[in-house]
C-alpha cells in the first residue's frame, strides 16, 4: 500500500504561482507513475498531469498546458506540480494518485489517492 499527503496549497492572487508537494511513503512499484487532479465545487474531478517513474515522460490537460509543471524527486519520494499563471478558474481541491501500471489521465485507473490540498486564486 502506498501513502500520499500533499502539501503547499494555499491563497494566491491571479497571476502568482504555487508548488504543491505530494510525498508518497509505503510499498511502490517499479513502474509506479504519479498523477495530479483537481475537484471545484459542484463539479467532477479533472485530469491536470501525470509524470513516469523517471520522469521523463510527462503530460499536461490542455487546461494549464504551459502553465503547470509536474515534476519529480525520487531521492525524497516526492512529486511537485509546479502552477505559474494562475487564473481564478485554477481553485480547486488538488488531489495526487499513484498507479502502479499505467500512464494514464482516468482517475478509475489509480489505485491510491492523497486527502487534496486547498488551491484558491483571488483577484
Known amino acids: 500500500q502506498v501513502q500520499l499527503v500533499e502539501s503547499g496549497g494555499g491563497l494566491v492572487q491571479a497571476g502568482g504561482s504555487l508548488r504543491l508537494s505530494c510525498a508518497a511513503s509505503?510499498?511502490?512499484?517499479?513502474?509506479?507513475?504519479m498523477g495530479w487532479f483537481r475537484q471545484a465545487p459542484g463539479k467532477e474531478r479533472e485530469f491536470v498531469g501525470y509524470?513516469?517513474?523517471?520522469?521523463?515522460?510527462?503530460f499536461h490537460a490542455d487546461s494549464v498546458r504551459g502553465r503547470f509543471t509536474i515534476s519529480r524527486d525520487n531521492g525524497k519520494n516526492t512529486v511537485y506540480l509546479q502552477m505559474n499563471s494562475l487564473k481564478r478558474e485554477d481553485t480547486a481541491v488538488y488531489y495526487c494518485?499513484?498507479?502502479?501500471?499505467?500512464?494514464?489521465?482516468?482517475?478509475?485507473?489509480?489505485?491510491?489517492w492523497g486527502q487534496g490540498t486547498q488551491v484558491t486564486v483571488l483577484s
Open positions: 509505503g510499498s511502490t512499484f517499479s513502474s509506479d507513475a
Open positions: 509524470i513516469s517513474w523517471t520522469g521523463s515522460t510527462t
Open positions: 494518485a499513484a498507479s502502479g501500471r499505467v500512464l494514464t489521465s482516468n482517475p478509475s485507473l489509480y489505485d491510491y
